[in-house]
């Protein structure tokens, strides 16, 4: 068991959840983006008196996603909820969703219907009674980006849901559970006219190591595909003094590395009369004592400036690692998503980093087979690879959203296309990972260590440019320290090495 720490109004409460199970260089968490399934592992409840019931929450999708999902943690344990690891033993199940891709909106269907009650005895359809719960009492909630699209629609498809909420509307999510708690069997949030952001006084965060930290929700950039400005509204920042007190507080709960999160997280501005910008805040959370390494994810090229550049320069805490979505190679499609960035002042954007003093990862987010893309547009951005030299690439077949302008262009690609571009892109890129890896044999990279294997002396965790690094230690106790290991050997994905003592 490892320790996790829960921020409860300023003092660390300790609750334990099970050792981190993740295989060695499974590569989980290396997609930021993809609709993986991952359940909240609290196993211990923290201090809050017991309300009797019990609550089970599964997300799907981003960061950001998984960090909304450690604070409606937080809500639900403050109202004396606990958590259980299993849906069938849970009187609550959340499904925080995504909908970035149509892929990853269906999971969230084909998990609801899982869990549909069978017809009763008098053979009527469940929820034909007007009650939105399970036949045994379940009551069951659909969060996030899905629950946003589709709405009062969720109820339709699957009567035996309670509670649709999309993210814009999480600090109603108390108001919410009191109406259901009072016996209520249709709850809703779906507002997207807020200014607010979601502030909780707990936070359940399920990693003990690595912290993220929302600084600025929604997104005002509205590229053609993408359906986020419609599931998570407008962009709203945190002000900086609540982002530093929580920076603080990780701190104070012995953290040592944070991740600020946004889904154009370099669009910061601080509302408040402080007026920060991104790059003020990035040096002021770097700067908190105890703090040792700051990453920063997902930036959009347009707000990428030399400042940034600069501050990575001047500040040893902040992470060798830039993620940075290209999308397109080409300027004409780059156009066509709305962008707002032509291939060369993209590119430019990659040489301002790589002149920077110390070697900085970049990482990319690409869409292929987007509505009009010819061969020769795709051919550019082959060719982009080649000169950006990326580190790692989520690379995706274009997937029409619903209220995106792109949705029903008349240039649709066929499926087997984008499939047939989507490989030759990952056989590439995979080649680039091999060579950028291979030349890191040798090299000794501090890791700041997050898995022990089942075998025991292999551990694994993270270098300052994201790297997975699986090595051996003869330590008995690595967990959360800071390592030196010499790499020895490189694969696309991750490196293997020995702990150097
Ligand atoms: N189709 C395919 N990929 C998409 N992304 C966003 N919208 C779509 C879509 N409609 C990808 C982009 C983005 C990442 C989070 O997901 O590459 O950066």
Same mark, same amino acid.
């Given at each position: 068991?490892?320790?996790?720490?829960?921020?409860?109004?300023?003092?660390?409460?300790?609750?334990?959840?099970?050792?981190?199970?993740?295989?060695?260089?499974?590569?989980?968490?290396?997609?930021?983006?993809?609709?993986?399934?991952?359940?909240?592992?609290?196993?211990?409840?923290?201090?809050?008196?017991?309300?009797?019931?019990?609550?089970?929450?599964?997300?799907?999708?981003?960061?950001?996603?998984?960090?909304?999902?450690?604070?409606?943690?937080?809500?639900?344990?403050?109202?004396?909820?606990?958590?259980?690891?299993?849906?069938?033993?849970?009187?609550?199940?959340?499904?925080?969703?995504?909908?970035?891709?149509?892929?990853?909106?269906?999971?969230?269907?084909?998990?609801?219907?899982?869990?549909?009650?069978?017809?009763?005895?008098?053979?009527?359809?469940?929820?034909?009674?007007?009650?939105?719960?399970?036949?045994?009492?379940?009551?069951?909630?659909?969060?996030?980006?899905?629950?946003?699209?589709?709405?009062?629609?969720?109820?339709?498809?699957?009567?035996?849901?309670?509670?649709?909420?999309?993210?814009?509307?999480?600090?109603?999510?108390?108001?919410?559970?009191?109406?259901?708690?009072?016996?209520?069997?249709?709850?809703?949030?779906?507002?997207?006219?807020?200014?607010?952001?979601?502030?909780?006084?707990?936070?359940?965060?399920?990693?003990?190591?690595?912290?993220?930290?929302?600084?600025?929700?929604?997104?005002?950039?509205?590229?053609?595909?993408?359906?986020?400005?419609?599931?998570?509204?407008?962009?709203?920042?945190?002000?900086?003094?609540?982002?530093?007190?929580?920076?603080?507080?990780?701190?104070?709960?012995?953290?040592?590395?944070?991740?600020?999160?946004?889904?154009?997280?370099?669009?910061?501005?601080?509302?408040?009369?402080?007026?920060?910008?991104?790059?003020?805040?990035?040096?002021?959370?770097?700067?908190?004592?105890?703090?040792?390494?700051?990453?920063?994810?997902?930036?959009?090229?347009?707000?990428?400036?030399?400042?940034?550049?600069?501050?990575?320069?001047?500040?040893?805490?902040?992470?060798?690692?830039?993620?940075?979505?290209?999308?397109?190679?080409?300027?004409?499609?780059?156009?066509?998503?709305?962008?707002?960035?032509?291939?060369?002042?993209?590119?430019?954007?990659?040489?301002?980093?790589?002149?920077?003093?110390?070697?900085?990862?970049?990482?990319?987010?690409?869409?292929?087979?987007?509505?009009?893309?010819?061969?020769?547009?795709?051919?550019?951005?082959?060719?982009?690879?080649?000169?950006? =030299?990326?580190?790692?690439?989520?690379?995706?077949?274009?997937?029409?959203?619903?209220?995106?302008?792109?949705?029903?262009?008349?240039?649709?690609?066929?499926?087997?296309?984008?499939?047939?571009?989507?490989?030759?892109?990952?056989?590439?890129?995979?080649?680039?990972?091999?060579?950028?890896?291979?030349?890191?044999?040798?090299?000794?990279?501090?890791?700041?260590?997050?898995?022990?294997?089942?075998?025991?002396? =292999?551990?694994?965790?993270?270098?300052?440019?994201?790297?997975?690094?699986?090595?051996?230690?003869?330590?008995?106790?690595?967990?959360?320290?800071?390592?030196?290991?010499?790499?020895?050997?490189?694969?696309?994905?991750?490196?293997?090495?020995?702990?150097?003592?």
């Amino acid at each position: 068991m490892l320790e996790l720490k829960l921020q409860f109004m300023g003092n660390g409460i300790d609750v334990r959840i099970d050792a981190l199970s993740l295989p060695l260089g499974s590569g989980q968490d290396r997609d930021p983006n993809f609709a993986t399934a991952r359940p909240v592992r609290l196993t211990e409840m923290p201090a809050a008196p017991s309300n009797g019931r019990t609550f089970y929450i599964e997300t799907f999708g981003c960061q950001m996603n998984v960090h909304d999902s450690e604070k409606v943690a937080g809500v639900l344990l403050a109202r004396g909820y606990r958590l259980v690891e299993r849906p069938e033993e849970a009187d609550l199940v959340f499904y925080n969703t995504c909908s970035i891709r149509e892929k990853a909106a269906q999971k969230v269907f084909s998990r609801l219907g899982q869990l549909k009650p069978a017809p009763n005895r008098h053979g009527s359809e469940p929820g034909s009674s007007g009650a939105g719960t399970a036949q045994d009492g379940r009551v069951i909630g659909v969060l996030g980006c899905v629950a946003q699209q589709e709405g009062e629609e969720i109820f339709g498809r699957a009567p035996w849901v309670s509670l649709v909420c999309g993210s814009a509307s999480y600090s109603r999510l108390p108001q919410l559970l009191e109406e259901l708690e009072g016996g209520n069997r249709r709850v809703m949030g779906l507002s997207l006219d807020t200014e607010e952001t979601f502030e909780t006084e707990v936070t359940s965060r399920d990693n003990p190591y690595r912290a993220y930290l929302t600084i600025i929700e929604g997104c005002d950039k509205h590229c053609s595909f993408c359906v986020v400005p419609h599931t998570r509204g407008p962009e709203r920042s945190r002000s900086s003094a609540a982002v530093l007190a929580e920076a603080r507080r990780l701190a104070e709960m012995s953290y040592s590395e944070v991740q600020l999160l946004g889904q154009t997280v370099n669009s910061y501005r601080d509302p408040s009369p402080h007026g920060m910008n991104f790059t003020r805040l990035l040096v002021a959370v770097a700067q908190v004592p105890g703090i040792r390494r700051v990453r920063f994810t997902t930036s959009h090229p347009r707000d990428f400036h030399q400042e940034i550049v600069n501050a990575i320069d001047a500040c040893p805490q902040l992470c060798d690692h830039v993620h940075l979505p290209v999308q397109s190679g080409s300027t004409r499609v780059l156009q066509a998503m709305q962008r707002t960035y032509t291939r060369e002042e993209y590119l430019e954007k990659i040489a301002m980093l790589r002149r920077a003093r110390r070697p900085i990862s970049i990482t990319t987010d690409i869409i292929v087979g987007f509505p009009g893309e010819t061969e020769a547009d795709f051919e550019e951005t082959l060719s982009l690879l080649d000169i950006a =030299q990326y580190d790692g690439a989520f690379s995706f077949k274009y997937s029409p959203r619903p209220n995106t302008p792109a949705e029903d262009w008349p240039d649709q690609i066929p499926e087997e296309e984008k499939g047939r571009r989507l490989a030759i892109l990952q056989e590439k890129q995979r080649q680039i990972q091999i060579a950028r890896n291979e030349a890191l044999v040798g090299q000794t990279c501090e890791v700041l260590v997050d898995t022990r294997s089942a075998r025991g002396n =292999q551990w694994a965790g993270r270098t300052t440019s994201n790297r997975v690094v699986n090595f051996t230690s003869p330590r008995e106790s690595l967990l959360g320290e800071y390592a030196q290991v010499r790499i020895t050997r490189a694969g696309p994905n991750s490196l293997v090495g020995g702990e150097v003592i």
